[in-house]
């Protein structure tokens, strides 16, 4: 069930990943992708799933790598 969590909670991040691509929506990635990406992380290492931490670690960094490029992490 956690890993079902996990992996539920990446593909929705990487939606919202996707979506704060868009200029002026880098926004989404503080509200809506590194929350829901933790939240999956959290609940892969409760499940011990490691497709879904891996998946959660990728979208975390993508989401942190365009905050930096972006100029939301400073």
Excluded: D, E, H, K
């Excluded at 799933?49 to 993508?62: D, K, M």
């Amino acid at each position: 069930m956690w890993n079902t969590l996990s992996i539920v909670a990446g593909v929705l991040a990487a939606l919202a990943l996707l979506l704060g691509f868009i200029p002026l929506l880098g926004w989404t990635n503080w509200f809506l992708t590194l929350p829901l990406a933790i939240l999956g992380l959290i609940f892969g290492a409760v499940g011990r799933s490691r497709p879904g931490q891996v998946l959660n670690l990728v979208l975390i960094a993508l989401a942190a790598l365009r905050l930096f490029l972006g100029g939301g992490v400073l």
